[in-house]
């Protein structure tokens, strides 16, 4: 098994490309061992130690490092836990899992939401999937968008410009009743 690595937008983060699916749909966000209980393979990478976070896309595995490790000294590790993992035949998260990742809503502004949605869906996350993570919706409220960001775009540097300058301007140009893009934490 030959396990690729490419470097994102946020140095502590790193994406790892086993080469085969990990998640069939959607994703999976653990910020720490303990909300890693339901999948094998993030405990595993915990294990390792000075990992931070762990998020899952559909062919990827981005891993944050603790500030104060060098990635010289943990890489080789999880290369390895992932390795293992992958040769154990384990399930990467046992039972079930949500697809789409956006919170629920309803009400008046349902229209815009799927609007929104489908934007989200169709141009943002596959691009922000490039770069090792995930922006899902979690919410409107009276003009502004609240969105959840993951894996390499939690704490990204860049992550308030590809906010501001990225998906809000596009939001505000297809959906005029947008008016400004937030994020929230989990």
Same mark, same amino acid.
């Given at each position: 098994m030959f396990i690729q690595t490419e470097s994102t937008p946020n140095p502590a983060t790193l994406k790892f490309l086993p080469g085969q699916e990990v998640l069939a749909a959607?994703?999976?966000d653990f910020a720490s061992a303990e909300a890693a209980g339901k999948s094998p393979l993030a405990a595993r990478i915990f294990a390792v130690g000075g990992v931070n976070g762990v998020f899952f896309g559909t062919d990827f595995v981005t891993?944050?490092?603790?500030?104060?490790?060098?990635?010289?000294?943990?890489?080789?590790?999880?290369? #390895?836990? $992932?390795?293992? &993992?992958?040769?154990?035949?384990?399930?990467v998260i046992e039972g079930e899992q949500a697809a789409?990742?956006?919170?629920?809503?309803?009400?008046?502004?349902?229209d815009i939401v799927r609007q929104i949605k489908e934007l989200l869906d169709t141009r943002v996350r596959p691009a922000v999937a490039q770069d090792g #993570?995930? $922006?899902?919706? &979690?919410?409107?409220?009276r003009g502004v968008?609240?969105?959840h960001m993951q894996g390499a775009c939690a704490g990204c540097p860049s992550s308030t410009l590809t906010l501001k300058m990225g998906i809000e301007n596009l939001l505000r140009h297809f959906i005029p009743e947008v008016v400004e893009?937030?994020?929230v934490a989990a």
């Open positions: 959607g994703t999976a891993v944050t490092k603790a500030d104060g490790i060098e990635w010289d000294h943990v890489k080789p590790a999880i290369l #390895g836990a $992932i390795m293992e &993992h992958y040769q154990s035949g384990a399930p789409s990742g956006h919170a629920d809503h309803s009400g008046p502004d349902e #993570g995930d $922006i899902t919706f &979690h919410g409107f409220d968008v609240y969105l893009v937030r994020p």
